[in-house]
C-alpha cells in the first residue's frame, strides 16, 4: 500500500516514486538555485542514463543550447575529460547522489575546469558548495524516477 509521505513524495516502506510534477519541482528548486547565485554555462553535461533526462529540462529551464551526454563509465577514462575545455563553464547533471562515486571521479579529474554539480536528490545532506541539490531525503530508500519501471521488485 503506498501513501504520502511529508515530503510529499509517493513511498511504500522500501521505495520512494517520484511523479513527473516532482521532477518538474526539483528541475524548478535546481534553477531557481542557479539563477539566485547568477551562474552561467555554457554546457550541461548529463551522465547516462538517470541524468539523461534532468539535464535535458535544466537546460531547458536555463536556456541553455549546448548539452551532451556522457556515461558513467567514460567518467573514468580520458574520453569524456578530453571533450572538455578550458575556456568553458559546465553544469554535469545526474538524477541522484548516492554513493558519491560519480562525484568524486569526476571532480578528481576536473580540478582546473570551471563546473558545478547537480542532482534532483541527494540521500545525505553534503557539505560541498559545488553541488546543486534539488533536495535532501536522508535515507536509503530505494528511489524510482518516473522514467524507470515502476514495477521494480
Known amino acids: 500500500m503506498k501513501k504520502k509521505n511529508n515530503n510529499k513524495f509517493e513511498t511504500d516502506l522500501f ?7 516532482d521532477i518538474e519541482n526539483l528541475i524548478d528548486i535546481i534553477s531557481n538555485k ?8 555554457d554546457t550541461v553535461i548529463g551522465i ?13 529551464e536555463l536556456e ?3 548539452i551532451e551526454f556522457i556515461s558513467t563509465k567514460s567518467v573514468q ?32 579529474r576536473l580540478k582546473n575546469i570551471e563546473y558545478d554539480f547537480s ?3 541527494s540521500r545525505y545532506n553534503l557539505q560541498d558548495d559545488g553541488i546543486i541539490i534539488g533536495r535532501v531525503l536522508n535515507n536509503t530508500n530505494w528511489i524510482v524516477f518516473p522514467w524507470e519501471n515502476r514495477n521494480i521488485k
Not at 49 to 60: D, E, F, Q, W, Y
Request: hydrophobic share 35%.
Open 119 to 121: 542532482c534532483l536528490i
Open 34 to 41: 542557479i539563477r539566485k547565485g547568477n551562474k552561467k554555462y
Open 77 to 108: 577514462t580520458d574520453e569524456f575529460y578530453d571533450r572538455i575545455k578550458n575556456n568553458k563553464k559546465y553544469l554535469l547533471v545526474d538524477e541522484i547522489y548516492d554513493t558519491g562515486k560519480t562525484f568524486l571521479a569526476i571532480k578528481e
Open 64 to 66: 541553455i543550447k549546448e
Open 48 to 60: 547516462k542514463n538517470g541524468g539523461i533526462v534532468p539535464a535535458r529540462l535544466i537546460s531547458r
Open 15 to 21: 521505495r520512494v516514486y517520484l511523479s513527473w510534477i
